[in-house]
Nanobody, 118 residues
Framework: QVHVVESGGGLVQPGGSLRLSCVVS????????MTWYRQAAGEEREMVAV????????DYADSVKGRFTISRDNAKNTVYLQMNSLKPEDTAVYYC???????????WGQGTQVTVSS
């Protein structure tokens, strides 16, 4: 069975930082691109950041460029999202997705809540 588990969410003040982690088991992690999504209350889910299977390329939503950094440690089957200079509009449930591009297979985590508020 595949398990995708996010952690690291919580309450942080505007301008603060938070690092999310996503640990994946039950698949060959090195073969999967990893993506962070988020969904604010009452809004559609949006892509935040993506990293390729070997970590050679990354991409970010315009709203988080320069503030968020995605990285992965294939030895630990873990992908990270470092979030700096957080804004109230970053408040959302953050989800981790593992995707095998050629097959279209994907797996989602349960999400972790990030709340940015004073």
């Amino acid at each position: 069975q595949v398990h995708v588990v996010e952690s690291g969410g919580g309450l942080v003040q505007p301008g603060g930082s938070l690092r999310l982690s996503c640990v994946v088991s039950g698949l060959r992690f090195r073969n999967y691109a990893m993506t962070w999504y988020r969904q604010a209350a009452g809004e559609e889910r949006e892509m935040v950041a993506v990293i390729t299977s070997v970590g050679l390329s990354t991409d970010y939503a315009d709203s988080v460029k320069g503030r968020f950094t995605i990285s992965r440690d294939n030895a630990k089957n873990t992908v990270y999202l470092q979030m700096n200079s957080l804004k109230p509009e970053d408040t959302a449930v953050y989800y981790c997705k593992a995707e095998l591009a050629l097959s279209g297979t994907s797996y989602w985590g349960q999400g972790t809540q990030v709340t940015v508020s004073s």
